[in-house]
């Protein structure tokens, strides 16, 4: 058995159902699960003699990030087409993508994954639609289970091309049916439906500009035939929704209705522009909604109405997504752009700081179906993101820690733990040799933009 112990921790933020933040705090872990949280007068005898303590007097100690929508192949093409809006973005970077492999996949991946780890990230999903070159599925999911991240890996596709009045070009696009086989494989594969699993699959046609309306039909009868989840994109910006009525006479929300792509077994990326009536279907349905504000910033897509679906009870997540519309893999600094982004509409209220933070850990595990992550409680997964607040960033905020980390300038992890294990120790990985990482990802990068 492995023990791991937190002691002396200066804030402990559980996000358990009470909330409760405790000051001079601790959690013991027993394999790769929470045994004991609170004082330590609450600790067991069995924790003074733990294989690894941590004494963590100046940090906040909190539920590990969960991002709930990213691109992780898109970092090897950061900060390309700078000024355009989403669709003349993608008809940009289309050709570029082409040029991926199996190994611009792993690498990429890894190389997201350890960003994100890095900012307090201890479970990930990734939504990968383009295949070119021989790639799968399995080329991120042998990153994922090298660095140490909980993954969730959805298997995206495009099918609609150019000529048939889709937006990508017809060599990246695959055939339906091929989709079809190949999900049924990385399902059976690799899906993991056990609490505490480290690795799950979903199902993710990539968008309705991409795919037809019988493979959205399809992939959810496929999906729910084995149990697993279902993911896309929806209602992004005002081009995407024009799209929809024109291709489908409907607004976005009332498309997904019509494909059965609402229920609680369902997220959609962004949603930046569904109206009230969507909105209320969202929630009587309890459909998940994974808000992604820095890409929406960049690409100008607007601001979600997140205040509004929170208020109506719809599932809501964060989002990174693809490090080529963000252009960072920052998790803890996108939940302080969610907080700041809906205040930006004019309501010093709209989001506190601690609204956030339980959007990026219960918010995100609860749009991942999870029930095991997102809160410090014994039972839970030991998923644990431990922030200095002894630094810089921090001086004068030592009244309110917990707001500080929204408010303040967003900070690497210095510890993390994913299942027990941790995985970055006083700020640096374990995991990967990530000069060579970062080398390896630079040289491929360099390759598919030198070769446009």
Partial sequence: ????????????????????????????????????????????????????????????????????HHHMYQSLTRVLAQDVELFEWLRTLYPIWRRLDGEAIYVSAKLAMAELMLSGCTTSSDHLYIFPNGSQLDDEIRAAREIGIRFHAARGSMSVGESDGGLPPDDVVEEEEAILRDTRRVIETYHDAKPGAMLRIAVAPCSPFSVSQDLMKESAALARSYGVRLHTHLAENANDVAYSLEKFRLLPGDYARLVNWVGPDVWHAHCVMLNEREIGLFAKTGTGVCHCPSSNMRLASGIAPVRKMRDWGVPVGLGVDGSASNDAGHLLGEARQAMLLQRANGNPQAMSARESLEIATLGGAAVLGRDDIGALAPGMAADIAAFRVDTPAFAGAQHDLAAALMFCAPQQVDLNIINGRVVVKDGRLTTVDLRALIEKHNSISRRLIRDD
């Fill in 1 to 68: 058995m492995t023990t791991v112990f937190l002691r002396d921790i200066r804030l402990l933020m559980t996000m358990d159902t009470a909330r409760r933040e405790i000051a001079d705090g601790a959690v013991f872990i027993r394999d790769g699960r929470i045994e004991a949280v609170g004082s330590m007068a609450d600790m067991p005898e069995a924790a003074l003699q733990a294989d690894e303590t941590f004494r963590l007097s100046e940090h906040v100690v909190m539920p590990g990030l969960v991002n709930t």
